[in-house]
Structures are given as structure tokens and as C-alpha cells.
């Protein structure tokens, strides 16, 4: 049984920083890529960031320049640092383990910015 246990949300003020990780648990073989996304209220789920195994990144336009995906793959951990924060970001964020045949989801993480 795989599980992924995500961590470092919370209130931020506008500017601020914030870590998220991502801990997976159980057998995982062959992960093609990591990555994190977020829902806000009313809105669908959108892709933020996504690393491959071959440490290739992606962002969308929106976090460009103020978030960095990285990952440690003794640990099956990844990790969203998020910088220069904006209202716009809170969400509930999630990260999103996808390999051959699987897709795992974590169980989400709230992160607020607000003054």
C-alpha cells in the first residue's frame, strides 16, 4: 500500500515563504515524475510544478521564477519551495507520485496567504 504524506502548509503573510514536502511510503517502482498541484475554491485542480526522473522541470506561467520543485529520490520525497507568495496561491496543494500503470495523490495541504 502506497501512501504519500505531505507536509509545511499553513498562513502566510503576502511575500512570504513557505516549504511543502512530499513523503511516499510502500512499494513505488519505475516513477516517471513528481509533482505538485493545487485547487483553490470554485476552481478546478491545475498543475503547479512537476519534476521527471530525469530532473527535468516544468512550472505553470503563474508560480514561474517564485517556486522550485525539487526531490530526493533515496527518500521518495519531493519538495515545493514557494517564495514571493500571493493571494492568488492559496489552495489546497497536493502532491501527485505517476508511474507505469499508477497515479498516487496526497491527502492535500492547505496554504493560505493573507494578511
Known amino acids: 500500500q502506497v501512501q504519500l504524506v505531505e507536509s509545511g502548509g499553513g498562513l502566510v503573510q503576502p511575500g512570504g515563504s513557505l516549504r511543502l514536502s512530499c513523503a511516499a511510503s510502500?512499494?513505488?517502482?519505475?516513477?516517471?515524475?513528481m509533482g505538485w498541484y493545487r485547487q483553490a475554491p470554485g476552481r478546478q485542480r491545475e498543475l503547479v510544478a512537476v519534476?521527471?526522473?530525469?530532473?527535468?522541470?516544468n512550472y505553470a506561467h503563474s508560480v514561474n521564477g517564485r517556486f522550485t520543485i525539487s526531490k530526493d529520490n533515496a527518500k521518495n520525497t519531493v519538495y515545493l519551495q514557494m517564495n514571493s507568495l500571493k493571494h492568488k496561491d492559496t489552495a489546497v496543494y497536493y502532491c501527485?507520485?505517476?508511474?507505469?500503470?499508477?497515479?498516487?495523490w496526497g491527502q492535500g495541504n492547505q496554504v493560505t496567504v493573507s494578511s
Open positions: 501527485n507520485i505517476n508511474g507505469p500503470g499508477y497515479t498516487y
Open positions: 510502500g512499494s513505488i517502482f519505475s516513477i516517471y515524475a
Open positions: 519534476i521527471s526522473s530525469g530532473d527535468s522541470t
